[in-house]
């Protein structure tokens, strides 16, 4: 028998934001590819305002960004779990985090792409290709 919802608390929706934010820090201080991907997110955003992407373009980008990140934020998650479950080297901890990783690699692939047929146009316009 399951137990009844707890009644909505704005004290402890707020603690929850705070939760989230220590989970960002700890992904920024300690995951060298969360740095990397938000110099790259960076440098979008600058290439973005630089050229004055339309709105229908900003959608593409910041949705490519956001699920690049995320999904660098569920593999950290993961990979930490693995490591506290499973602390030596097994097979099958190795084989789950390296999926998890080629998850990454997937979206941020579909980013880049993303990344090209967005900026495309504007690079053509700015360099007269």
């Known amino acids: 028998m399951s137990k009844p919802p707890e009644a909505f608390s704005v004290t402890k929706r707020i603690r929850s934001f705070r939760y989230a934010l220590q989970g960002l820090g700890f992904a920024l201080a300690s995951q ?4 990397i991907q938000l110099v790259a997110a960076s440098m979008t955003a600058g290439l973005g305002f630089l050229w004055g992407v339309s709105a229908e373009d900003w959608r593409w980008l910041v949705a490519a960004i956001a699920i690049v990140l995320a999904a660098e934020l569920v593999n950290t998650a993961f990979e930490h779990l ?5 602390p030596e080297l097994h097979a099958s901890v190795k084989a789950a985090k390296d999926v998890a990783a080629g ?5 941020s692939i579909g980013a880049a792409i993303i ?8 690079i ?4 007269r290709l």
Not at 32 to 35: E, I, S, V, W
Not at 115 to 122: I, L, T
């Open 82 to 86: 693995c490591d506290v479950v499973q």
């Open 115 to 122: 990344g090209v047929m967005v900026f495309w146009p504007y």
């Open 124 to 127: 053509v316009h700015q360099f």
């Open 32 to 35: 060298h590819n969360f740095r």
């Open 103 to 107: 998850a990454v690699l997937v979206v």
